[in-house]
Nanobody, 125 residues
Framework: VQLQASGGGLVQAGGSLRLSCVAS????????MAWFRQAPGKGREFVAA????????YYADSVTGRFTISRDAAKNTVYLQMNSLKAEDTAVYYC???????????????????WGQGTQVTVSS
């Protein structure tokens, strides 16, 4: 499985971006699609996840109310709409896919099997 992330760029604080992650194979109901990010000098952190069975979504506290994760099944694509961007959102954003991830571990990167190449998001203050 290959995941292709795109949509990053340079934006001013308060602006918006939409990231896309296209999967090379159809996803199934057991899959969880997620976004993580890694800022310079920091570890990778959870941003948001979409559980295909039931369409449940999960967010990091730092992005709740500003970011929205969604899915277009026909296009095998997951999106991350990012609004009200802040300088601290600057990072490389990665999409990931996991299988049969339970709620208590959805934020843990070790439970995801496939990763995209990352797309850079830079927010200027």
């Amino acid at each position: 499985v290959q995941l292709q992330a795109s949509g990053g760029g340079l934006v001013q604080a308060g602006g918006s971006l939409r990231l896309s992650c296209v999967a090379s194979e159809r996803t199934s109901r057991s899959h969880v699609m997620a976004w993580f990010r890694q800022a310079p000098g920091k570890g990778r952190e959870f941003v948001a996840a979409f559980k295909l069975a039931g369409g449940y979504t999960y967010y990091a506290d730092s992005v709740t109310g500003r970011f929205t994760i969604s899915r277009d099944a026909a296009k095998n694509t997951v999106y991350l709409q990012m609004n009200s961007l802040k300088a601290e959102d600057t990072a490389v954003y990665y999409c990931a896919r996991g299988d049969r991830i339970i709620l208590s571990t959805v934020r843990l990167e070790g439970h995801y099997d496939y990763w995209g190449q990352g797309t850079q998001v830079t927010v200027s203050s």
